[in-house]
């Protein structure tokens, strides 16, 4: 089993920026694919951004890209989303996931994925 424990939102402004972590326990999750995903209220839950094992393997949403950037530290077992020009729009809960290999489907679709964290409040609003 793997547990995942995200941190880092809260309220910012427009334009501001937030760095999500996401902390994995049970298991070394190197091997896995990590994504983050968002859900507003009444909404399905939104893909936001996966990566990889490998450095070079990013895949990001089309409404966050050039904004928002994943990363993986292996050697803590974290995963962090760093969110920078944010808009209200994307304010929402945000959930860390992780896909043991092999990949159970497209990393952009939630049911690829295993495990899920709580999640965290992101609140972008003046």
């Known amino acids: 089993q793997v547990q995942l424990v995200e941190s880092g939102g809260g309220l910012v402004q427009p334009g501001g920026s937030l760095r999500l972590s996401c902390a994995a326990s049970g298991r070394t999750v190197s091997s896995y694919t990590m994504g983050w995903f968002r859900q507003c209220p009444g909404k399905d839950r939104e893909f936001v951004a996966a990566a990889g094992w490998g450095a070079e393997s990013t895949v990001y949403a089309d409404s966050v890209k050039g904004r928002f950037t994943i990363s993986r530290d292996n050697a803590k077992n974290t995963v962090y989303l760093q969110m920078d020009s944010l808009k209200p729009e994307d304010t929402a809960v945000y959930y860390c996931?992780?896909?043991?290999?092999?990949?159970?489907?497209?990393?952009?679709?939630?049911?690829?994925?295993?495990?899920w964290g709580q999640g965290t409040q992101v609140t972008v609003s003046s």
């Open positions: 996931a992780a896909d043991p290999p092999p990949s159970s489907g497209p990393v952009n679709q939630a049911q690829a994925y295993d495990y």
